[in-house]
């Protein structure tokens, strides 16, 4: 199940810099946000989520921050590995009825040695 | 394996054909989903189902039949598909529709139409 994008946005990295990959959402009422990773022959993989009374979640080198101001999301990778290299997606929680999340596009980072 | 298991990991099926797409999950939980995810265009949510009743068809093609026999399973039966069908076709579960920790994700069916 590898991750089909042929399109998608490219972040190019060394080995051991911080990656910043970005995410504009679209529902200024939505109230739950998650970062995914999928990696070639997988699905896509939880990474950390925010809830929309936060403006910044922290995990283990991993760091989301909101800006519910404008609508944008970003994910902070801290001394980027090789393992790192994926495509990651963001997703937020539309409340239409019940809960369902609603994916961005992606964007493929490639971490280089 | 993240507890959600989708079988086949490979599909070829001709227009004519029909073929269905397996589902299955052992996680307790009691929605699940299908997402479709091709080279255009973002994940696209399918259909959803919780505690075996479909909830949302997003319109999706007739082509494309849903059948949840039970909460651990789901299926997706293909029947008379096109090119364009061809795609990586992702299972998902969660605890229920409002228990929004996210998605718990198989690792898909590559499915090529010829």
């Known amino acids: 199940g590898e991750s089909v994008g042929l399109h998608l946005p490219t972040l190019s990295v060394q080995e051991g810099d911080n990656s910043i990959i970005n995410c504009a959402y679209s529902?200024?009422?939505?109230?739950?946000f998650i970062w995914y990773k999928q990696e070639s022959g997988k699905g896509p993989q939880f990474i950390i989520d925010i809830r929309s009374n936060m403006d910044k979640r922290q995990g283990q080198r991993v760091t989301v921050l909101l800006n519910k101001t404008v609508k944008h999301l970003s994910l902070q990778i801290a001394a980027t590995q090789p393992g790192d290299s994926a495509v990651y997606f963001c997703a937020e929680n539309f409340s239409g009825g019940y809960n369902k999340l609603i994916f961005g596009a992606g964007t493929r980072l490639a971490v280089h040695p | 394996e993240t507890g959600v298991t989708q079988t086949p990991r490979h599909l070829v099926m001709g227009m004519t054909n029909k073929k269905s797409l397996k589902c299955e999950q052992h996680l307790g939980h009691n929605a699940m989903y299908w997402y479709k995810q091709s080279a255009k265009k973002p994940l696209e949510l399918m259909f959803v189902?919780?505690?075996?009743?479909?909830?949302e068809n997003n319109s999706v093609p007739s082509r494309f039949s849903p059948e949840c026999p039970n909460s651990s399973h789901l299926f997706l039966h293909l029947h008379t598909l096109q090119p364009e069908d061809s795609a990586l076709y992702l299972c998902a579960s969660s605890q229920d529709l409002s228990f929004t920790y996210g998605y718990t994700f198989g690792s898909g069916t590559r499915l090529t139409v010829v």
């Open positions: 529902n200024s009422a939505s109230d739950y």
């Open positions: 189902y919780s505690l075996e009743e479909r909830v």
